[in-house]
């Protein structure tokens, strides 16, 4: 999720800027796994201070520190990878000013091969089977 907002923090900087294009270099697979990495390697950082600063009691804490911290860093960059790529790449599916192939190729040619309300179908139902496979697997 940390790899999503970082990677429309550029759209919101040139939205306030009024400059278009507002997707430009981290709307791209390569800004995507760039941004990807540092929202793990951040999360990672985030989740060791965290479990300094949380009481000792704390059942998160616990697991968090029983957890190989290898296996915690692979973790969060992978969960930052698929969110960086997958950020690109749902989003080039709406957005035609993407260049989401750069600096291999320019344009974009997913665009429009969806129409929106699809793909905020596709997503909600996505969501949803997500939250059931989450609620189902979760440890009581
Ligand atoms: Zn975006």
Known sequence: MLAN???DLEVLYYLSKNDPPIHRYLHTYLGG???GVFAGLLMFGVIQIACRVLP???RWRAR???APKLQLLWQSLIAGLIGGVTHIFLDSLMHEEMNPFWPIADGNGLAG?????TLHIGLAAAGLFSLIFWLLLRES
């Not at 091969?113 to 309300?117: D, K």
């Open 64 to 66: 968090v520190i029983q």
């Open 5 to 7: 907002v970082l990677i």
């Open 113 to 117: 091969m969806l129409s929106v309300g």
């Open 33 to 35: 796994i760039f941004m």
């Open 56 to 58: 000792a009691h704390s």
